[in-house]
């Protein structure tokens, strides 16, 4: 629950909300943690024989090290989830989250985990949970790239920094271009995607200039480019 000044304020919201009590296949589990963190760390218990088995948390993750315990963890078992709530997560400006988004640690976190648990998948046998962190990979990636670009996001990247990064975590430059390829590859749908949010909001101008964006970046996006042209065209572009 969260619990905001002296009261709970309802669930909260971005973790697991099952309707009943349930046990997930771990490996199930963990490609649904490839996309976000599903866990509250104050609600979770743990085998001491799968800490055994795994190890203990990473101390290079100060802001996503509990997320990759979860996804570690679920590689190599069950998770049961019990739907009553049985913790209060308090919620106050001071929040240890908002300071690691703040000063990007929490950005930096996120790439790193998904990075990081991508290869123990791999070295698990399960292929399916390495596709869907390497999905989540590029995909987070290529948000961040064109979220940086579109409203200058703290949390966004600027392709120098994405190719830094992709420096220091790819294992050779075939895994490099593999990776920076995927995340060209869809750019363009991220920034055609950011156009239709400010179309649909009435921001002509910023819709249009991410039309663009997504034509340089893929120019056989044909809808994209009708959108496009029908905006230049039609003069009714409105500035903010």
């Not at 963890?73 to 908002?98: C, D, F, K, S």
């Not at 940086?148 to 430059?173: I, P, V």
């Amino acid at each position: 629950m969260r619990f905001e000044s002296d009261r709970e304020t309802g669930l909260m919201p971005g973790f697991l909300q099952e309707a009943e009590d349930a046990i997930f296949a771990g490996r199930d589990f963990a490609r649904r943690l490839a996309r976000s963190n599903l866990v509250v760390g104050s609600s979770a218990m743990m085998r001491k024989t799968s800490l055994d088995k795994v190890g203990l948390h990473p101390l290079d993750m100060p802001f996503a090290a509990d997320w990759y315990m979860w996804a570690l963890l679920a590689l190599h078992g069950y998770v049961g989830y019990i739907a009553e709530p049985l913790v209060n997560y308090r919620w106050h400006p001071q929040n240890m989250t908002q300071a690691h988004q703040a000063n990007r640690i929490a950005m930096e976190d996120e790439i790193r985990l998904r990075w990081r648990i991508r290869q123990k998948a791999r070295e698990a046998g399960a292929e399916d949970v390495t596709r869907a962190f390497e999905d989540a990979l590029v995909v987070n990636y290529a948000t961040r790239l064109a979220e940086k670009r579109d409203r200058d996001w703290t949390q966004g990247l600027t392709m120098e920094e994405f190719d830094r990064s992709l420096d220091t975590h790819a294992a050779d430059a075939a895994e490099r271009a593999m990776i920076r390829r995927r995340v060209l590859r869809i750019l363009a749908d991220c920034f055609s995607f950011l156009g239709k949010r400010h179309h649909a909001a009435g921001d002509l101008a910023r819709a249009r200039r991410c039309y663009g964006w997504a034509i340089q970046q893929n120019p056989a996006k044909l809808k994209t480019l009708a959108r496009w042209l029908w905006l230049t065209a039609s003069g009714t572009t409105k500035q903010r």
